[in-house]
Structure formats: C-alpha cells, structure tokens
C-alpha cells in the first residue's frame, strides 16, 4: 500500500490544509492511497489521523521522522511511504510523481532547481518503508541534540528548523540513494512578488519554459510548493491557486 | 508487599499508571498487597521518585517506571536491601552506570529521602543529568544481576521478561506497533495488519 503521510500542528496553518492536499492529490492521481496525519487539531481530515504530542522530545517538523520508522501508523513491510509537506498546491496529475518508482535504500526526493546546499527536500520524501529506518532510529536517540543542532551552527535560523539538513546528513551517512524527481515538475511560489518574478526567471532558463507561474502555472509543473518560514497559501488570493487549492 | 510507581508533569498520563497495573496483575505473576501511585511534583523531574523512602518506610516495596514492558512472569526483584539496576551489562557507563527504573527495599530507607532533601537545591543542580547518579555517589546500595535490558525494538527478548523503554517511551503512544502493542492495555491499534505481522514475528 501506499501512504502519504502528513503533519499539522500549530495555528500557522488552518486545518483544512490537510483536507485540501490530500483532496487534491486524490483529484490528480489514479493510484490508491491512505492518507495519514500527525495532528494536534481534531478538524483535520486523514484516513488515519494520529496525535501530535506537545508534551514528546520531538517537535514541530520533526515529527516527520516518525514515519522513517516501519513501527509507526501501522506501515506494513513492502508498503510505500510518502512524506509531504501541507504548504503546496497540486496544480497538474501527479501518478508520475506520487507513482515514482523507489526500491530498499532508497530515498526519491523534489529535484529542485533553485539554489540549495542540500540534495533532499523535506517537501517530499518517498522510500520503501522501514528500509531508511535509521534516520529515525538515529534520531531518537538524542532528540534535543538534533533539533537544535543545525540551529546553533548556523545552518538554519530558526530554532528547531533543520529536519531536512538531519535528513540529508542521514542518508549520505548511511549511503542510501537519494533520486531527485525531474526538477521541472515542481514550481516554487513566494508572497513578495520580486521574488517571483526571479524565480520564474531561473525556471524559465532552466527549462527553457516561458513561464513558470504567471496567472496560470506551467503545464509542466505538477506541484507548487510554497516555501520558508510564515509562507502561507490562503493569504494569497491568486486566480490560480483558487482553482487549483480545494 | 507494595507496588510504586510515579505520575507527574506531562509526559506520562493516567493511562502509562493503568497500563503498567494491567501488565504487572496480567503477566508479572507479582503478587501485592497494595498499588502505590506517589503524584506529587515536588520537583518537576525524576527527583519527585524520592518521595516514596519517605513515604514507604515499611514492609517490602518495589517500584517500577511507567515506560516498561513485562511481557511475562518476573522473577524474584523484591529485595532487603536498598537496590535498584546496573544498566553496564547492555549499555556503555554514562555519568552513572546505575538505573532506578525498577528498585526495591525492605524496611525503611529514608535516609535516602533525608539526605537529598536536606539539600535538595545542591544536588539538583550537582547531579543536573538525572536522580541516577545521586545514588551512584551518595547512596549505599546492591544492584541486580541482569533482569531487565533496553527494549528491542525488532524483536522480543524472550531471556527476559521485563525490559525498559528509556529514550523509546514513545512508542507507548498512538500510532506506534510492534511485539509490545499486545502487551499494553487496549493498544489502539490493535487489529491493524501491521500488529498482526509483528505478532508473527514473535
């Protein structure tokens, strides 16, 4: 079976982010899946919605790493697993991506085309489960040391930031394959419209596309994921994302 | 004989108290004459566990951690003098070797209780990584021989049948399956697929 797996905490997001992924993935794919969700709100709706603990050693995005671990929200061996962020908005079919082939030692990531000193992208993640297991056994041994390591180090800065850095050291340490998913396939949106414009630039010479996203997005690009701390997806009011966003 | 654990701050709730009853009556074999609940949070840490050479200082006690597993009959842990467990036998020594999750007494050792109480503030902040090592270097004491090692996550080990979680006490909450989810009271995902597979793995 394939899961996508989730989490929502806090009051950044509203719930019905939760909702609106997984709808829109269902609208954009042919292939089955189990939507689940790590929440600390009741509203959210997964086929399986399990408790985010504000009292654990884990927080914030770092419970993601759960799902590395093959005993958590009942994965089964063999199943595929996906980790996804809820800040982005499926503009297009996504059997390519979401179908995207991954074998034992494995992790399949977003190719992405913008500047980054990491090869992984904790927007998605998909690897056979319980075959990267180490990067939540690793973890757990010492939580507080992680969360806030790459923090003090200047790698991020926001305290507790930094899961996918973990991620990335993880996998290189322990030699799994990261495969990138054609960069093309992923748009990338920002509140300050300077902003946009230059990065629709660097897709544009990229790609050689004539638009990444103007008052429609590229048909090429399969989802747009809004990056960085504070970015929201309904404080903007973009035709596009309306269409697309539900 | 008298059971004792500890409740108090926010990670450990009334279900970790009822879990750890329902594994000692179902499948310790232990035979007791009363359940010890000590709630008051004197300290907001471990230090809190203290309280019971205070409050215990008769008859034989035993007390356990809220994040085990007794999977089966335990042996024999009650014991007369002051002793708790020797952890260097599976792990590497720390700041102390030395581990309170089960402890057992005959009779009264509240000085104990007196000595970490007359200066509490100095040894809170001397001993700052965990009421361990307070024993370790303060404390006369015996140790067990082995009888409870860290919990496998991937298998259960059938030599003992007790095992401590530590650094995995979240796998106590929802959401998480393995060998152990059967053993817990009305484990939430108790029918899954996933349980039985680990069920079979036994």
Redesign the interface.
């Known amino acids: 079976m394939l899961k996508i797996c989730t989490v929502y905490f806090g009051d950044l997001y509203t719930p019905d982010y939760v909702e609106k992924l997984f709808s829109s993935i269902r609208r954009n794919s042919s292939i089955r899946f189990q939507s689940v969700c790590?929440s600390d709100n009741p509203n959210v709706k997964a086929d399986l919605v399990?408790?985010y603990?504000?009292?654990?050693?884990?927080k914030k995005h770092w419970h993601k790493l759960?799902f590395f671990?093959p005993?958590?929200?009942?994965?089964?061996?063999g199943d595929d697993i996906i980790v996804m962020d809820i800040d982005q908005v499926i503009t297009n079919n996504i059997d390519d991506l979401i179908g995207y082939p991954v074998h034992d030692n494995e992790l399949v990531t977003y190719g992405i085309w913008w500047k980054s000193l990491l090869h992984t992208n904790g927007g998605f993640y998909k690897f056979k489960s319980g075959s990267l297991k180490f990067v939540w056994?690793d973890f757990?041994?010492?939580p507080e040391y992680w969360q806030n390591h790459y923090y003090i180090n200047g790698d991020v800065h926001f305290k507790y930031y930094g899961e996918q850095n973990y991620v990335n050291w993880k996998t290189e340490e322990y030699k799994a394959k990261i495969i990138k998913t054609p960069g093309k396939w992923i748009g990338r949106y920002h509140s300050d419209i300077r902003d946009n414009v230059e990065l629709n630039k660097i897709y544009c010479d990229k790609f050689d596309a004539e638009y990444m996203i103007l008052d429609e997005v590229n048909e090429n690009i399969k989802i747009v994921h809004f990056t960085g701390p504070g970015k929201t997806i309904h404080e903007h009011n973009a035709q596009w994302i309306e269409e697309h966003w539900k | 004989m008298r059971i004792i654990c500890c409740l108090f701050?926010?990670?450990f709730t009334q279900w970790h108290v009822d879990n750890l009853k329902h594994m000692i009556d179902t499948y310790s074999g232990l035979k007791y004459d009363s359940f010890e609940v000590i709630t008051e949070d004197l300290y907001g840490n471990w230090y809190n566990k203290f309280q019971m050479y205070d409050k215990f200082r008769d008859g034989e006690n035993l007390y356990f951690d809220l994040d085990m597993v007794i999977s089966g009959e335990l042996p024999n842990l009650i014991r007369k003098e002051f002793t708790l467990l020797d952890d260097t036998w599976w792990r590497e020594e720390a700041h102390t070797p030395l581990n309170s999750s089960i402890v057992s007494w005959t009779g009264d050792v509240s000085h104990i209780w007196d000595k970490f109480k007359a200066n509490d503030t100095y040894y809170l902040e001397k001993y700052n990584k965990g009421s361990d090592e307070f024993y370790y270097r303060e404390v006369e004491y015996q140790t067990y021989d082995p009888v409870c090692p860290k919990i496998n996550?991937n298998k259960l080990n059938t030599d003992y049948n007790v095992c401590t979680l530590g650094?995995?006490h979240?796998?106590m909450?929802?959401?998480?399956?393995?060998w152990w989810s059967q053993y817990f009271i009305s484990s939430q995902?108790l029918s899954?697929?996933?349980l039985s597979?680990w069920k079979q793995q036994l």
């Not at chain 2, 909450?173 to 393995?178: Q, V």
């Open positions: 790590i399990l408790p603990n504000h009292h654990s050693d884990v759960k671990s005993h958590f929200a009942d994965q089964y061996p056994d757990i041994e010492n | 701050g926010d990670k996550m650094q995995m979240h796998v909450e929802k959401g998480w399956t393995g995902t899954s697929p996933a597979w």
